[in-house]
């Protein structure tokens, strides 16, 4: 077995059509994909002007958002802090964030690490909802 893996982030399977988050939102999620032990990796698409539905924090996972197309808002639990393209945000595990894209929408990486399991990620429905 080769020492690596190689995937297109675009080809992995999104995910947010089958938690009813379409068309706002595409979430390919590739740590399974890449073989992935030690961390996690997606890539995510917010349509123009959309919202994530939900803040999450994690137990155990420090977050790295990498900012590679379009501009957007993130909000850092009280902090509003505006995004452009390549950007790249720290969150610490304990941090509450949402992202909400521009006029033109919104690309960015999110790498993960230590991978502490499905039970690591607690999401919050509407946690940014001042509309």
């Known amino acids: 077995m080769a020492g690596y893996t190689v995937k297109n982030l675009k080809e992995v399977e ?8 379409s068309p ?9 994909p890449l073989g992935l032990e030690n961390a996690g990796v997606s890539y995510q698409r917010l349509a123009p002007n959309a919202r994530a539905p939900f ?11 990498l900012i590679v197309g379009g501009s957007g808002r993130i909000k850092l639990d009280d902090d509003v802090v ?17 992202v909400e894209a521009g006029p033109e929408g919104l690309e960015l990486v999110a790498l993960g690490a230590p991978y502490a399991g499905p039970g690591d990620a607690v999401l919050t429905p509407g946690w940014w909802a001042d509309f």
């Open 24 to 32: 706002g939102l595409e979430a390919r999620f590739a740590r399974e």
């Open 14 to 21: 999104d995910s947010a059509p089958k938690f009813g988050l």
């Open 55 to 65: 803040g999450h924090k994690h137990t155990e996972q420090e977050e790295l958002y």
């Open 82 to 98: 505006a995004l452009r393209q390549w950007d790249a945000v720290r969150i610490s595990p304990e941090t509450m964030r949402c």
